[in-house]
């Protein structure tokens, strides 16, 4: 049921929704679709390479399947990967936000992506959407954003769009407030950048209070929700209805930017800078990337949980790009965030 923002019911802690009955099983079911169109569609993108299917148990409770494509024509390396896991209980990382899930079990499924082109001038591009119960507390949380290495501003325009279409289906201040957000959780506090052009992110969303859910009162996607009032009340039925139609908008929203550059010649210079910024990529996921900790803490597989890593990557010492070269223009311009919908008219 879509939402009519012109109407919104108002939120109350008596009206908070309840989760389906059988809301774990229709979202593992949606999940493991999910993996399952996208490896498809990659594998016919690519037109060589082939997903291999790892299937996993966790020891405590639960598992997964991870698919990787490896070597292929476009895709370097490609991981999709679902999991449905359970135990007595949360995580430190999730406990600190949400410590009302103290002392429940818990359980979580999601699906998570992460594919790393040969090409430079192809983005890398991320995934996740998953979801949470631990006792009486529920949320569903994720997002997609994209990482560019060369600087297209049709590419940032499309992807921002594409998404911002499946938020709008639901709420229109869905947009405005999750990518705001992503600006802000994709960032690399040591080096003072954005890892790329950002997309939507998004967590802890149960239908009630404030959109953001951040740690930071005093940013922009904090400021930006603190500003809707009212909230129209969301049911467990419309976030995942959210869920759904955000999921299926990333074949959409990436699979033009693939087709558009994976045939654009390259060479040293660009290779090297590709190589040099996945080092960024590596950083952001080994210091702060939420899903990477939550793995590890959870005790999951780790060679699933570090497929996101790209097979090669290169560090370089005080690296500094040449004025006025495309490399310069994404530091300068694509680092930063930028209202990517209306960057045309800018």
């Known amino acids: 049921m879509l939402i009519n923002a012109q109407t919104p019911t108002l939120t109350t802690e008596s009206s908070k929704s309840l989760p389906a009955p059988d809301a774990q099983a229709r979202v593992s079911q949606f999940m493991k679709k999910l993996q399952e169109e996208i490896t498809q569609a990659l594998e016919t993108l690519d037109g060589v390479g082939k997903f291999q299917e790892d299937s996993w148990e966790r020891p405590e409770g639960g598992g997964g399947r991870s698919r990787i494509l490896r ?24 406990l600190a936000q949400r410590p009302e899930a103290a002392g429940h079990g818990f359980y979580a499924t999601g699906t998570s992506l992460v ?82 052009i950002g997309g939507l992110f998004f967590d802890y969303q149960d239908g009630q209070g404030t959109l953001y859910r951040g740690p930071d009162p005093q940013g922009p996607a904090a400021v930006y929700s603190n500003q809707l009032k009212p909230i129209p009340q969301r049911s467990w039925e419309d976030l995942f209805a959210f869920i759904q139609d955000s999921g299926k908008a990333f074949l959409p929203a990436y699979t033009p930017i693939v087709e558009r550059r994976h045939g654009m010649e390259y060479g040293d210079r660009e290779r090297n800078f590709q190589l040099y910024r996945r080092g960024r990529y590596v950083e952001f996921n080994l210091v702060y990337d939420r899903g990477t900790i939550f793995g590890l803490q959870t005790n999951g597989r780790t060679e699933s949980i570090l497929m996101s890593l790209p097979p090669l990557v290169r560090w370089e010492y005080g690296y500094q790009p040449e004025p006025n070269s495309p490399e310069a223009e994404l530091y300068d311009t694509f680092l930063k965030p930028q209202d990517w919908i209306n960057w045309k008219h800018a």
């Not at 991981?79 to 896991?85: A, D, K, L, R, T």
Request: include cysteine.
């Open 71 to 94: 070597e292929g024509a476009i895709f370097e390396q490609a991981g999709v990967n679902f999991s449905e896991v359970w135990g007595s209980h949360l995580p430190p990382s999730i």
């Open 115 to 196: 594919l790393h082109p040969r090409n430079p001038y192809v983005p890398t591009v991320h995934l996740n959407y998953r979801y949470f119960e631990a006792g009486p507390v529920w949320w569903f949380g994720g997002g997609a954003d994209l990482t560019p290495y060369y600087p297209f501003a049709e590419d940032a325009a499309h992807f921002h769009s594409t998404l911002k279409q499946a938020c709008d289906q639901h709420y229109p201040e869905y947009y405005p407030v999750f990518k705001r957000w992503c600006d802000e959780y994709f960032y690399l506090k040591h080096r003072g950048e954005t890892r790329g």
